[in-house]
Structure formats: C-alpha cells, structure tokens
C-alpha cells in the first residue's frame, strides 16, 4: 500500500462508517490529512529512523530527545498541524474526534514517539475547561503558539492499575495548591521540543485512602521556571526509544485544581476515553504501515518457481497470500471498529466501547505488525526493513493507557452491568449490518446472536475474570463484523471497491469459525474449575 493509498483507506473509512456525521465534511477533511500524510512521510519518517537509534537522554537533570524529532517539531508547528485539536476561538481548527484519531494514525505509523510527545494536546484542551478562565486562556495560548506540549501524570510506584493507590499529595496553603510526590513512567514529562510542558497530575487532595480524594491539578514547568519538578532518571525500553519516559518527583510544585476536589478520576476519564481510542488508532497506524511496506516487498522479492518452473516473486505463493490478505482485511477492519466508535454520540455507549476497541485493535494491529516480519522472512528481523520498529513500538500499546486484561475487566464489570450500553451496543450492531449485502449479513447475524447468548452466561457467573479476555475477543469480533459491515455495503466509495469486496468475502468466510472458537474460549472459562492450583 502506498501512502496515498493509506489516505484513501482512511477517508474511505470516515465516508462508509459516517464517523464526521455533520460536524465535518469530508472535503474539508481531506486536504488536511493529506497535508499530515505529506508531513509524516516527508519529515516524520526519516526523523523517526535516526531517532530510534539516538534515543532521549537525561542531561544535567534536563531531557534531550533526539534533534531530528526537534526539527520535526518545528516542522509541524510551521505547518499548522499543532492546531488540528484546538478551538477555534484560539485559532485551532476543531477538529472532531474520528479526524483526530485519524491524525493519530497517521502519525504514529511513521513516528510513534513523536505522536506520544504531541499526542495529548487534543484531550488536554477538554480539561482546561475544568481551570478558571483566564488560567485556561493563558495556557490556551502557549498551545496555539506550539511552546507547550501535555502530559498525563498518573502512575506511581504503588499505583499502576489501580489508581485508587495513589500517594502523590496535593495541599492548599496561603498561594494555593502545591504538590509533592513520585511519577513514574511519564511520556514526556521534560522534552526538548517546546519550552514549556503542561503536567495534568493526579493527586490526593484528602486525608482518606481509596478514590474518593483524588483530584486533578494542572502544573506548568518552563526551561526557565522548574516549578519543582524534577526527572531523576528515563527508563530503557523495549522500543520508543526517543520518547523519554520519566520517574519525576514533584517537589512543593504550584498547581491549578481542575473542577472540585475529589473530581479526579472523572475528569481524567474524560480525556482517557479520548486517549483510548488514541492508542487504538497508534496500532491502526503500525499495522497499515506494515502491511504496505510487507505488501510492497513481496511484489519484489523472488523466491521458488511456479508449476512450469518460471521463477516467481513471494507474493505469489499461497501461504504469503493468506498472510498479505489477513494483515489488509484486519488493518481495514480495526480502523472502521475506531471511526464507528468515535462517530458515536451517547456517552454510555462510548464507556461500553472505548475498551473493547483499545484492546482488540492493540492485540490484532500487534499480531498484523508480526505476520509483516514473517512476510519478509530473515529481513524481517533486521534493522535495516523499519518493520522490527514497528514491532516493538507497537507493543506498548497494549499495556499502556490501562493494560488490555484491565480493558477486559472493565468490560465484565461496568461494561455488561449498564443495561443501556448493552441494548445501545445491540442496536448498533443490528442497524450495521442490516446495511451489508446478505452474503455478508447471513455470516455477521449469528455473530450478533452469539454474542447476546454469551453475554448472559457472563452476567450470572460469579467469578467472571478468567473469562473476561476471551469474552472481550467475542464482543470486539461483533464491533469488528459491525464495522466491516459499513464498508462492505460502502465499497463503491472506496477507492478499490473489488478490493474491498473480494477482502469482505474474506471476512465474512471466517466468521463462523472465529465466533465458534471464541465462544469455547469463554465457556471453558466461565467454569469454576477452568484454572488450576499451582502450588510451590
Ligand atoms: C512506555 C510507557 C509509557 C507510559 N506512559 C505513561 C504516562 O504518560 N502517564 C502515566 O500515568 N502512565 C504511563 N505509563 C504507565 C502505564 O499506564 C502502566 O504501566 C499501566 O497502566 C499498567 O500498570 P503497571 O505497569 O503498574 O502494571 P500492574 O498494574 O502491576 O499490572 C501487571 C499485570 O497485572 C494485571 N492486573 C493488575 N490489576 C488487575 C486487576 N485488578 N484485575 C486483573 N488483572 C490485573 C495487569 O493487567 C497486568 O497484566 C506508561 C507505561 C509505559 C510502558
């Protein structure tokens, strides 16, 4: 797939799915992400190669990331692409969530920490909301001019997946709010692409252990003014390495309260829903950049002959076929999953999604990202074919933002406890595919009615957690089937509409097979006995 055919993907995505409903036509939409594809391609790309090498370093106290990535930074600020999530009454473009997940993609698939450092701008906004007017005009402004980049503080050494841990204090005295506590892996937290970093903290603003006390605060850190903050070391990682994860410390640091003490997890939910499907389209991104790159190298690479013993290239060998053929239909299936989430207006039905998405499309991008190093063979492996790259850095995407076995809890436990979500779900399915063609519907149908049977037989078991992954597979395979759906009965909008259509057949033929096995999956382990005890 070239990068003009990864643009036709997306916008023919956006267009059979509605993700921009009204609030954005697609003719306004195009030219700009064509512009951030250009930008990827030209700038990100190679700025991203020679920055996985030279990776971020900690500095006297101060983090340098790589100066290709700060030459890229100024690139996209000159370009305007800063300004995709911001409001208009800062001169930003607003642009809705389906384009910026769409951004997202893009940019992770030719520079993954890069899109991290720059990433968190769009959710960052929606809290400012939360600051007293003027503090949020001030801050408004430092991100319209590019001199401020976000980030998400939450995680301690105590509190990883569960929040409700958190030691980090926030105390009012005579000035207002300070904190004091240990961050660690915070992406971001020192940079040197802009000059100021704006920090949402999450912090206990009471005396009581649990959630109830905990509270967003707002702290700003400039070259010029610490604020306390210090980063004590970045940690080595299996990829990313030019974005600089941080154990920071906060010392007396000052800081805005966002909304009321105690509104912390809710208000951080609302940037984390957003940031969710975020981390989706980042394994949308890698899987669409590997399947063209593993696409484009077995048209090439000759190896065997065929019956009449004329050589030939790989990708005429049937096994290199049904892999080439699984990474597309997967990588187009997984992108439609996110526009049809991000197109949706009821909120429930969001918090009842966003999971199932973040996971299912992290788990499948990563298995995509590696049937592409089994299409190259050997050279797969090496540095040399930016595919092992993208292996590793998609990684991440699974255990960050809330790990996938979370996702999966939360969707055993709040998720099919919302009786309205799960009638909202229901009815999203049902109208989806009542648009598909009957071939394609008689093979999505009992995926639905599977899915409802099952469902029931996780409410009424006691101990559902063995079981929640599997169950997470069934749900997200029905969202999958949903969103197939919209492009299959959507095809002549694509660019390639027997393309589509040949890879819906696909699909739709592996259907029952697929929901058969993830049934079995849920049911053997629904049993009480299903795991057993391993002693010393
Ligand atoms: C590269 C990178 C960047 C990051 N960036 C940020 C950032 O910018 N800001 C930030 O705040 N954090 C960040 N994180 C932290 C990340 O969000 C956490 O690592 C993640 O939430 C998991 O927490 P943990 O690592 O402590 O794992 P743990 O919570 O210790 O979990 C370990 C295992 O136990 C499972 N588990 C834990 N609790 C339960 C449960 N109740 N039920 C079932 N299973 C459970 C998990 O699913 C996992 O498999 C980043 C992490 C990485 C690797």
């Given amino acids: 797939m070239t990068d003009s055919g990864h643009l036709g993907d997306i916008l023919f995505g956006l267009r059979a799915t509605g ?5 954005w036509d697609l003719d306004a939409a195009a030219p700009l992400l064509d512009a951030c594809v250009n930008f990827a391609r030209s700038v990100l790309s190679p700025a991203d190669a020679v920055a996985d090498r030279e990776g971020a370093h900690l500095i006297d106290g101060r983090v340098r990331v790589p100066a290709s990535l700060e030459r890229a930074y100024a690139a996209y600020v000159a370009r305007g692409l800063h300004l995709m999530g911001l409001p208009e009454a800062h001169g930003g473009l607003a642009a809705p969530p389906a384009m910026l997940h769409a951004v997202t993609e893009v940019l992770a698939a030719h520079g993954h920490a890069f899109q991290m450092l720059v990433g968190l701008v769009p959710g960052g906004v929606r809290l400012l909301e939360g600051l007293p007017e003027a503090t949020s005009d001030r801050l408004m402004a430092a991100l319209a001019s590019g001199d401020m980049l976000v980030t998400m503080a939450m995680t301690e050494p105590a509190a990883g997946s569960d929040l409700s841990a958190i030691a980090t204090r926030a105390t009012r005295d005579a000035d207002g709010w300070r904190i004091d506590g240990n961050k660690i892996f915070i992406s971001g937290a020192d940079q040197s692409m802009t000059p100021d970093v704006l920090h949402f903290v999450l912090a206990r603003t009471g005396e009581h252990d649990g959630r109830a006390e905990l509270s967003l605060l707002a702290v700003v850190t400039r070259d010029d003014d610490r604020n ?30 966002v909304g009321e003490p105690g509104e912390g997890l809710r208000r951080m939910f609302a940037l984390m829903n957003h940031a969710r499907l975020d981390v989706a389209a980042q394994a949308v991104g890698h899987a669409a950049r590997v399947t063209g790159l593993a696409t484009d190298y077995a048209r090439e690479r000759r190896q065997g002959r065929d019956a009449d013993g004329r050589p030939v290239t790989i990708a005429d060998h049937r096994d290199v076929r049904r892999m080439l053929t699984d990474m597309e239909a997967t990588t ?18 969001v918090g009842f999604v966003t999971p199932v998405c973040k996971a299912y499309c992290t788990d499948e991008g990563q298995r995509v990202v590696d049937l592409g190093i089994q299409v190259l063979g050997g050279y797969g492996y090496l540095r040399d074919y930016e595919i092992e ?15 996938n076995g979370i996702q999966a809890m939360t969707l055993v436990g709040r998720g099919i406890g919302d009786a309205h979500a799960v009638e909202a779900f229901q009815d999203v399915l049902a109208a989806n595919i009542a648009h598909a063609s009957e071939g394609f519907r008689a093979a999505a149908l009992p995926v639905a009615d599977a899915w409802i049977e099952t469902t029931q037989a996780v409410r009424t078991c006691e101990a559902p957690g063995a079981a929640a ?47 058969r096995h993830l049934q079995a999956a849920v049911r053997r382990y629904l049993t009480p006995d299903a795991l057993p005890e391993i002693g010393p």
């Fill in 332 to 349: 187009l299936g997984l992108r439609a999953m996110v526009d049809l989430a991000a197109g949706l207006e009821d909120d429930r039905l």
């Fill in 228 to 257: 306390g903050v210090e980063v004590r070391r970045l940690e080595e990682k299996l990829g990313l390495h030019a974005s600089p994860t941080c154990d920071v410390v906060f010392n007396g640091s000052r800081a805005d309260l």
């Fill in 469 to 515: 992954g599997p169950f997470l597979r069934l749900t997200a395979y029905a969202w999958y089937l949903a969103a197939w759906s919209c492009l299959e009965a959507k095809a002549d909008a694509s660019p390639s509409p027997r393309r589509v259509r040949a890879l819906a057949h696909h699909v739709a033929a592996g259907a029952e097979a697929e929901v």
């Fill in 389 to 403: 790259r993208h292996w590793r850095d998609c990684r991440v995407t699974r255990l960050y933002e809330g790990t």
């Fill in 19 to 23: 993700a921009l409903a009204d609030a």
